[in-house]
């Protein structure tokens, strides 16, 4: 196993996404944005009165459309011999595994809030059913996982400090939905640790994709493998770029948000709107390609460059 490089490792997952731009434009585009955008209101903007079954299953819909693009991605990048067809072939059936996987994880997690518990241990009762939403979020989407928990890092150590030097001990506690200081300091850690997380199970989707596998558990014991020499540096990495990414969005997204504010008397309700989704699709791209550029950027630096990387460069 080579070692850990982040420059390197951003270098090849750049390359990565960039070596066959039509099709991966098709997949991360087309498939995993504008195809759920067009469920999304067949299915919940279409109705008179959105339910809440319409939504889980537009929910759904989506996780597999996009869970789709990233397989297939993968799997075109990965293997030069790989047709388009038969990357989204595969990219459909390994999506379903993930949504089973994920769904699996998420029963338990409701099986756990179902037991409750006394007064006293709600913090670790929420502890517990978090832990297996984090696994699933961890397992498939490296970067939004380690974005989240980057963000919730510093949200609470902020409002942490903020509180202890204003004297409102409390502040960060309203944070988390008014909780008391210890669940403030769990969500801490587990927000931590969700970064973590991300680090190790990382390689586990482009782990599939490269053998053409199905097998879950295969992958997460090659992921952890993979990962475990350098998940400190990994780790940070996820957080650093996480945060840039954040960032850059934030003020993008200010700056775009101020354009609106500042014309909206002259732009009526509908125009507004429709603006506010453009702007949300335009922002929701590069998030599309870095989820699949920095985990496979990841793998590749971990794995040892492939040969697809070479031949498309």
Excluded: K
Aim: net charge neutral.
């Amino acid at each position: 196993m080579n070692g850990f490089g982040w420059a390197e490792a951003w270098a090849r997952g750049y390359r990565f996404v960039t070596v066959r731009p039509f099709e991966n434009a098709v997949l991360l585009i087309g498939l995993a944005l504008l195809l759920p955008l067009a469920v999304q209101y067949a299915v919940i903007g279409g109705m008179a009165e959105p339910q809440g079954t319409g939504a889980l299953i537009g929910l759904a819909v989506n996780y597999v459309l996009q869970s789709c693009a990233l397989f297939a991605v993968l799997r075109l990048g990965l293997d030069e011999r790989e047709t388009f067809g038969g990357a989204l072939g595969y990219g459909l059936v390994a999506s379903l595994v993930a949504a089973g996987t994920v769904a699996v994880l998420v029963s338990v997690a409701l099986m756990i809030g179902s037991l409750g518990g006394p007064p006293g241990a709600m913090p670790f009762v929420i502890l517990a059913v978090l832990v297996p939403f984090a696994v699933a979020l961890a397992t498939y989407s490296t970067l939004i996982a380690a974005t989240i928990g980057t963000g919730l890092v510093l949200a609470l150590a902020t409002t942490m400090i903020l509180g202890a030097t204003t004297g409102n001990v409390g502040l960060a506690a309203t944070l988390a939905g008014g909780g008391s200081g210890l669940m403030v300091v769990l969500l801490l850690l587990l927000s931590a640790a969700l970064v973590w997380a991300a680090a190790r199970l990382t390689c586990t989707a482009a782990h599939m994709a490269d053998h053409r596998s199905l097998n879950v558990i295969a992958a997460l014991r090659a992921s952890w493998a993979l990962t475990s020499e350098e998940q400190g540096r990994i780790t940070l990495y996820l957080a650093i770029v996480s945060l840039g990414f954040v960032l850059v969005l934030a003020a993008l997204l200010a700056a775009a948000g101020g354009s609106i504010f500042a014309l909206q008397d002259v732009m009526t309700p509908t125009a507004a709107g429709a603006s506010a989704m453009v702007l949300g699709f335009v922002a929701a791209i590069p998030l599309s390609y870095l989820t699949v550029l920095v985990p496979v950027g990841i793998y590749l630096r971990l794995a040892g460059e492939r040969a697809p990387v070479e031949v498309f460069a």
